[in-house]
């Protein structure tokens, strides 16, 4: 699964969105919660406070 998120300065996730789909209705959902229980995401540096960041970020998951 690659997801893109959006956060603010204090880093709490704003947005985000599965890019690439793991085929896995499932996975996508979890992928979508594991954000949403990660938020907020520790604070970016003071020199980056000014402003939101976007991240695109790979998530691999192994099926036994």
């Known amino acids: 699964v690659k997801v893109w998120f959006r956060i603010d300065p204090a880093g709490y996730i704003l ?20 954000l949403r229980t990660a938020s907020p995401l520790p604070p970016p540096p003071p020199e980056l406070h000014a402003t939101e960041l ?4 790979p998530i691999d998951y192994s099926l036994n």
């Not at 985000?16 to 992928?31: C, F, P, V, Y």
């Not at 976007?54 to 970020?57: A, G, P």
């Open 15 to 34: 947005e985000q969105r599965i890019e690439n789909s793991s085929g896995h209705a499932l996975l996508d959902k979890a992928t979508l919660k594991l």
């Open 54 to 57: 976007t991240f695109t970020v």
